[in-house]
């Protein structure tokens, strides 16, 4: 078992250190279902990737904006939504991190 208030703050004090403002662990794994926590420092991009088949984020502090071909979805602490079925790119507005669930093959 994971302690996800714990893995939160560690994420986001990576990376606020990390070079490019970025730091990820992928922590939990079972079968194609895969958990990653996620940090990423105040102005730190994701850049542009494809989606998996499905997908959701889970912003466990902070603020981010999940910017597809056709949409911009932004989250705030404890805000929870499906990852667009596009390619995407994600940006802190603050210093933030989050709980990516991903399905890798349906």
């Known amino acids: 078992m994971r302690d ?12 606020s250190s990390a070079p490019h403002g970025r730091s990820a662990e992928l922590v939990l794994q079972d079968g194609p279902l895969r ?12 850049s ?3 989606s998996p088949p499905a997908g ?15 949409q911009t979805i ?12 596009e390619r995407h790119s994600v940006r802190a507005t603050v210093d933030s ?6 399905v890798t093959d349906i």
């Open 4 to 15: 996800i208030a714990a893995l939160t703050q560690e994420y986001v004090d990576a990376s």
């Open 97 to 102: 991190a989050f709980l990516l669930t991903a």
């Open 48 to 50: 542009e990737h494809d």
């Open 35 to 46: 958990q990653s926590v996620l940090g990423l420092a105040e102005g730190a991009v994701l």
């Open 56 to 70: 959701s984020v889970l912003v466990l502090r902070g603020a981010i904006e999940i910017i597809g071909e056709s």
């Open 74 to 85: 932004a989250l705030e602490t404890g805000m929870l939504s499906e990852l667009p079925r």
